[in-house]
Each structure stands twice: as C-alpha cells, then as structure tokens.
Nanobody, 129 residues
Framework: QVQLVESGGGSVQAGGSLRLSCAASGYTYGRNCAAWFRQAPGKEREGVAAIYRDGGSTYYDDSVKGRFTISRDNAKNTMYLQMNSLKPEDTAMYYC??????????????????????WGQGTQVTVSS
C-alpha cells in the first residue's frame, strides 16, 4: 500500500521560508517523476514543481520559478519543496504526488494532476503580509 505523508507546513510572514517534506512508503521515488501541487480556497489545484526520474531534472510553474526548489533524497525516500521569498498568494494546501500513469504523461504532463495516482493528505501553508 502506497502512502505519501507531507509535513513542514505552517504560518510565515511574507518573505519568509518553509521546507515541505513528503515521505513515501510502498513507493520508490527514483523510478519516475513526482511533483508538488497546491490548492487555495476557491481555486483549482495547480502544479507547482516536478522532479524527473534522474533526480536532476526539474520543472517549475512560472509563479514559483526562482523561489521554490524541488529535490529528492533517495536514501530517505523523501521529496522536498524548499520555498523561499514566500508571498501571500502562495497561501494554499500543498500536496505531494507520485506514481505517474505512464512515462509519456510524466514527460508531457508532469504538472498535471491527471498524471499521478498517489497523493498525500496535504499540509497547509499560510503566508501573511
């Protein structure tokens, strides 16, 4: 049984930093792509950052490019999202996702919610101005 567990969310002031973690059990990150998503109240879920099978290739939504960094520790089987220079508009529930449906979807839809089979329960990030 696959389980993804996020942690690290919290409340910070604008300009601050947080690091989210997503520990996996029953699944190995290094096999395929994985990603972070977020959903703010009243808004649709959006892809934030993805990391590919090799671990060195990453992809970011323009809204977080240059501020967020996705990474992975294969030994700990944990994925991270380092968030710097946080803005109030970053406030959302953040979810990790893994288990892409296919290599094609992983390559062409790494920030699409339809790509992933496994999801964490979410961790709340609140940024105040």
């Amino acid at each position: 049984q696959v389980q993804l567990v996020e942690s690290g969310g919290g409340s910070v002031q604008a300009g601050g930093s947080l690091r989210l973690s997503c520990a996996a059990s029953g699944y190995t990150y290094g096999r395929n792509c994985a990603a972070w998503f977020r959903q703010a109240p009243g808004k649709e879920r959006e892809g934030v950052a993805a990391i590919y099978r090799d671990g060195g290739s990453t992809y970011y939504d323009d809204s977080v490019k240059g501020r967020f960094t996705i990474s992975r520790d294969n030994a700990k089987n944990t994925m991270y999202l380092q968030m710097n220079s946080l803005k109030p508009e970053d406030t959302a529930m953040y979810y990790c996702a893994a288990g892409p449906t296919s290599a094609y979807d992983c390559y062409f839809g790494s920030l699409s919610g339809h790509t992933y089979r496994y999801w964490g329960q979410g961790t709340q990030v609140t940024v105040s101005s």
